[in-house]
């Protein structure tokens, strides 16, 4: 919590962290918080971002840095995301940060491509509506489908 509020996080920000957080950041900041504070910042976000990314998903840090965070953005970034794009889409669903490549995002370009869509029209949909990360497949996407191929 020091380092956090040495960053300039709010009691406010802090607070809702740590509701957030399922459970207590490791006391070890220089494995878990610094790494991921200084990668977030290393990909272009602002000090402002960063801590609005992490006061709204705290699970970044209990995600592996290089199995999940890196992979999840680099996969972003491979369909055409510019930094701005990247930033707009983080501030707007910090949680892409912890979602698997291959059990998540994978799939769902599959299905975006399936439906015709290229890489650039799947990250403009994506920073138009983040929250398309985050729906089901089954329960929300495929059923859309199906109905919209009906008419």
């Not at 510019?82 to 707009?88: F, I, N, V």
Request: aromatic share 8%; glycine share 4%.
């Amino acid at each position: 919590e020091a380092y956090l509020s040495s960053l300039g996080f709010s009691d406010a920000e802090l607070r809702r962290a740590k509701v957030r957080y399922v459970r207590k950041i490791d006391p070890d900041v220089h494995t878990t918080v610094k790494p991921v504070m200084s990668w977030l910042a290393d990909i272009g976000l602002t000090a402002l971002q960063v801590r609005y990314v992490v006061s709204k998903c705290p699970r970044v840090f209990q995600a592996s840095l290089h199995q999940i965070v890196q992979p999840a953005v680099k996969w972003l970034k491979h369909l055409g995301m510019d930094d701005g794009q990247l930033a707009k889409l983080l501030a707007s669903l910090p949680s892409v940060l912890t979602l698997s490549v291959e059990r998540t995002l994978e799939p769902k370009l599959k299905w975006f491509k399936d439906f015709g869509m290229d890489n650039q029209q799947v990250a403009k949909a994506l920073v138009r509506c983040p929250a398309l990360l985050s729906s089901s497949l089954e329960k929300k996407f495929k059923p859309s489908s199906q109905w919209l191929k009906e008419l």
